[in-house]
């Protein structure tokens, strides 16, 4: 083994450009040196690049991707500095099953985790490591999720092979130099975060514009605060500082800190009197996260602004929850965002700087996905690069295809959204995909009822990770494949924070669907602008100025505690979109015990809240 970085690395059988990269390092933080020294000589790397985060190497790395074949640059007057990109067709979502918790013992990781014993599983790694970087550049990117001015940042640093990684955590974190240079002022604890595509190169062998690896390994080490990934390209499996991170890295330093770290939009709402209030929801994957947190309300003198469209940070302080975006770009499903139902996320698109995977090409050099216009062109290259026709009958954008943007190009993005204390919040919505069942909103009767809501929040599946679409699965707090530890310790945390920081101080919870059906199949509720509606009566509701009736599941507005002017919505609609059908929810509870089942160790409060909600529906 090298001796550090006052010996020469000759002997540790890097190439020279890799070892010279080592000795002139732009930091004298000695843990990193080690780590990224030790992971290049697992790796075997041709060179190693210390990501800057200047707008030269943005330049550099994507005209070199534009080179590979990885980017195609699109029309620079409509879309500037702006790249498509194509994922090999096996690489399109987060991929759970190859997903790991890695922690000393199985019950560290819980029920719901894939679970390997740290040891064997580095081993199998090392394996998959060994040389893995071979022909190609390594890149390390120092980052922080949070702001650089919080109190105590939260730094990371990726390692990865892939420049198609470190454009686009130049999008979606603080990166480079100026995070690398205070990181080595404090000698500042970081999360060690290894990506690799798994594609080394052979000498003179040619490079494929996705390299990627059919073996897939996505593996967190909560108890070491270190992260391994392997195999994948896609962005939920490789932008590290991300879901792996800024989930589930993160719930395990909150729970050891007494904060959460959540899978939750964040959105600022001001009424007619001037008043503002923050909110942060929770729905899985592709149900609706970023659309509402860029929500156009469509009632006269309410003002919406985002925050955060995916991730929460949620801190407790003298009595008062604040919470922190930790992330400073948008990740966002292209499909169904769209001029009509998000015209503030296609502002933010169209002034550049956008990085788009597996959406479709027009002929004029601009992207087109299903939902972004109501007229359909007529010939596109499809995401897989075939030509493409309304008359193919097929998706021409990948269903999981997305748009990665900074947030600060949002227009309606609130001034404090990066605020290193976060904003002050005041209700937590959870919500979820379901045809039937669960109505439009409703109110908690209080914390413990309210978590237990979160706990048993169902959705049908969607194309956002791979696997069956459309069926019913719970969901906890939307965070069932970001949990990085025991779901039942994370129940528990919920409610253990709730007992130490007092009801009274906590956010109120609500619980919404805006996906329920009519008897004849279509949306019950109109959704996305039309949902400042139900945001204005939580609001009335937290004032205490609203109505709602007491129902088994919780408080739910009668159509005249709504504010419906103007809307184009029938009787029938409203009623299918607000029913506390008692005989769906008696039908729910089975599927609710199957869930406890599973996790086995569900908190006495959450069965006391189950026993509760059958004995409320039977009196009903
Ligand atoms: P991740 O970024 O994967 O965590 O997902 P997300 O929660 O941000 O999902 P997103 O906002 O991108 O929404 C995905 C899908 O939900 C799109 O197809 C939207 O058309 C649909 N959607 C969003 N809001 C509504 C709504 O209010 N009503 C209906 N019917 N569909 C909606
Ligand atoms: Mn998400
Ligand atoms: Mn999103």
Request: hydrophobic share 40%; aromatic share 10%; charged share 25%.
């Amino acid at each position: 083994m090298a001796d550090n970085t006052t010996a020469s690395s000759e002997s540790t059988g890097l190439k020279q450009a890799a070892r010279e990269a080592l000795d002139n390092a732009p930091t004298t933080h000695q843990r990193l040196l080690d780590w990224v020294r030790d992971m290049a000589e697992m790796t075997q790397p041709d060179a190693i690049h210390w990501a800057d985060g200047s707008e030269e190497e943005w330049n550099t790395l994507t005209t070199e991707l534009v080179d590979a074949g990885t980017f195609v640059r699109l029309d620079e007057e409509r879309f500037p500095n702006s790249f498509a990109a194509f994922s090999d067709p096996d690489d399109v979502a987060r991929v759970e099953e190859r997903t790991f918790i890695c922690t000393k013992t199985p019950k560290g990781a819980g029920p719901t985790n894939n679970w390997e014993d740290p040891a064997v599983m580095k081993e199998t790694l090392i394996g998959k490591f060994t040389g893995s970087m071979r022909g190609r550049t390594m890149y390390v990117i120092p980052f922080v999720m949070g702001s650089l001015e919080a109190e105590d940042p939260k730094y990371g640093v990726e390692i990865t092979d892939s420049a198609y990684v470190v454009c686009s955590m130049r999008i979606m974190a603080t990166i480079g130099t100026p995070v690398l240079d205070k990181m080595t002022r404090d000698n500042a604890f970081f999360v060690e975060a290894l990506h690799s595509l798994g594609a080394p190169l052979e000498p003179g062998e040619e490079d494929v514009p996705w390299p990627c690896n059919p073996s897939k390994y996505i593996v967190q080490f909560p108890e070491d605060r270190a992260i391994w990934s392997f195999g994948s390209g896609y962005g939920g499996n490789a932008l590290l500082g991300k879901k792996c991170y800024a989930l589930r890295i993160a719930s395990a330093i909150a729970h050891d800190e007494g904060w959460l770290a959540e899978h939750m939009l964040i959105l600022k709402i001001t009424d007619p009197e001037g008043e503002a209030r923050y909110i942060s929801a929770a729905f899985p994957s592709a149900c609706g996260k970023t659309n509402f947190a860029m929500l156009e309300p469509t009632i006269d003198g309410w003002k919406a602004e985002m925050v955060g469209d995916d991730i929460s940070w949620i801190r407790f302080k003298n009595g008062q929850a604040r919470v922190v975006n930790p992330e400073a770009g948008l990740f966002g499903v292209a499909p169904g965002t769209g001029w009509s139902t998000n015209p503030n996320a296609m502002r933010g698109v169209a002034r550049g700087n956008t990085i788009f995977t597996n959406v479709a090409l027009t002929d004029d050099g601009g992207v087109w996905w299903e939902g972004m216009t109501d007229e359909v062109p007529e010939h596109l290259t499809d995401w897989k690069g075939n030509d493409w026709t309304p008359e193919s009958g097929r998706p021409a954008a990948h269903p999981n295809s997305r748009f990665c943007t900074p947030i600060k190009q949002v227009d309606i993005l609130a001034e404090e959204y990066d605020d290193p204390e976060g904003v002050p919040l005041s209700a937590i919505i959870f919500g979820g995909r379901r045809k039937t069942t669960v109505p439009l909103v409703s109110e908690s009767f209080g914390w413990e009822h309210g978590v237990f809501q979160g706990a048993t929040l169902s959705s049908e599946t969607t194309a956002a990770a791979k696997g069956a679409v459309g069926v019913v699965r719970r969901d906890p707090m939307a965070m069932l494949p970001f949990i990085g530890y025991n779901a039942n310790d994370y129940l528990e945390h919920w409610l253990d924070t709730g007992a130490r920081v007092g009801e009274e101080n906590m956010p109120k919870i609500y619980y919404v669907n805006w996906f329920r059906r009519t008897a004849d199949g279509g949306f019950a509720w109109p959704g996305f602008g039309e949902n400042s509606r139900v945001v204005k009566w939580i609001v009335e509701r937290l004032r205490g100025t609203a109505g709602g009736q007491e129902t088994p599941v919780g408080v739910v507005p009668a159509k005249e505690d709504l504010d419906l002017s103007g809307l184009d919505i029938s009787d029938e609609e409203l009623d299918a979109a607000l029913r506390v059908d008692k005989d769906e929810w008696l039908a729910e509870l089975p599927g609710i015990d199957e869930w406890f089942h599973k996790l086995g160790d569900v908190p006495e409060v959450i069965l006391e809240q189950r026993a509760g909600l059958e004995e409320r529906l039977k009196s009903s």
